[in-house]
């Protein structure tokens, strides 16, 4: 499912309205035409694919972020996958005052990194704000798992930044799939592996008391499984927005 397919975002057109498009053959903006719908809700439609190029040409995901229902927000994955970022963080706890953020670790393009406050040398990179600033901030869409309501506002308060990315909180789309509980429970669910399977966020936290103690081992422990978190969010990101694909034209075919 690609930006393009999408016609939910025009005022007056609901799902209904867009799988009525679709069973008619329109499955893409360059299929559009008129009379499948009524005049005012084609006029509307017309004008939302004439701009909607030119934002798309222009790699404008916060346009797309603003203009989605947030149940669909995940059909902008598709076109921006190439350099969305997926991150995770580490903390010493869950009061974004009296705790600190420990390890960021980022998925993008291909690549993961990972920050560590105070890094220890060989192991990450230095945590800033800058850093904060110039991978996640400037991204062109965010992936991360229960992000919205903990990752973001703890980096923001910790760090006295902002960061308005547009940004797909896998917990949500996750939940209209059926699938609940915490990330760890999701990538059983759906036979995502990864190299340390037992180890907790309370473990996190406690590895890192272990390495502020002088346990080099604990940091490269908790780096590792900090890294899996960020990784596996794009597995996660592939297994939702396919089967959500699957899911909505599944309902076409149906009716």
Known sequence: MRIENSFI?????GETTEQKLWRNGITHWNEFERG????????????FIDTARTRLDAGDSRF????FPSSHQWRLYENFHDDACFFDIETTGLSQTNNKVTTVSIHQSGETRTFVNDAAPGVGEPLTS?????????APLLVTFNGKR???????????????APHIDLMYPCRQLGLSGG?????????????QPDITGRDAVRLWRQYESG??????TLVSYN????VNLRTLMEHVSNTLHEDVFASVCQS
């Open 215 to 220: 346990d080099e081992d604990a940091l490269s």
């Open 36 to 47: 499948i719908v009524g005049e005012t809700t084609s006029e509307r439609i017309a004008s």
């Open 183 to 195: 990330l760890k429970q999701i990538e059983q669910d759906i036979g995502i592996g990864r190299d």
């Open 227 to 230: 890294r899996d978190d960020t």
């Open 130 to 138: 800058d850093v904060i600033q110039e991978t996640i901030s400037t």
């Open 150 to 164: 903990f990752d973001v506002p703890f980096l923001e308060t910790a760090f006295d930044i902002s960061i308005d």
């Open 64 to 67: 797309f972020d603003d203009i």
């Open 9 to 13: 975002p025009v005022e007056g057109v």
